[in-house]
C-alpha cells in the first residue's frame, strides 16, 4: 500500500447561487490553494475537509492500493485522479498522485 498526496488546485465560488439559494454560512471551508495532505494509505488525513474526503475516498482508496488509469485514460498521469469536493457553492478541486513511499503499517 502507498501514500497518496492530495494537493488543493482551486476554490470556486458561486456568489450567485449562495445568493439565490443558500442560508448565511459565517465559515464554511478551511482549504487554502496549494495546500498538501499525504494519505497513508486510505485513512484520511488530520485536517482535511471531512464532506472532500467522503468525495475522494474511493479514489484514495484505489491509488492507494496501486490502481491507475481511471476511465481509460482520463489523467496524463495514470497514477493520479482529479476531484472536487460536492459543495456546490464553492467546490474546492484536489489532485490526488500516488507516492513512491510505502505507507506506514
Not at 482549504?31 to 494519505?39: D, S
Not at 486510505?42 to 490502481?67: D, N
Request: hydrophobic residues 35%; contains cysteine; charged residues 25%.
Amino acid at each position: 500500500m502507498k501514500k497518496v498526496r492530495i494537493t488543493v488546485m482551486r476554490r470556486t465560488v458561486y456568489p450567485d447561487l449562495m445568493e439565490k439559494y443558500e442560508n448565511p454560512i459565517e465559515h464554511a471551508c478551511d482549504m487554502q490553494l496549494g495546500q498538501v495532505f499525504i494519505a497513508n494509505g486510505w485513512q484520511c488525513p488530520e485536517g482535511l475537509c471531512r464532506t472532500a474526503w467522503e468525495c475522494m475516498s474511493h479514489f484514495v482508496m484505489a491509488l492507494s492500493h496501486g490502481g491507475e488509469n481511471f476511465y481509460d485514460g482520463w489523467m496524463k498521469n495514470p497514477r493520479s485522479a482529479m476531484v472536487s469536493c460536492n459543495d456546490g457553492f464553492r467546490p474546492v478541486t484536489y489532485l490526488l498522485e500516488t507516492l513512491d513511499e510505502d505507507a506506514d503499517k
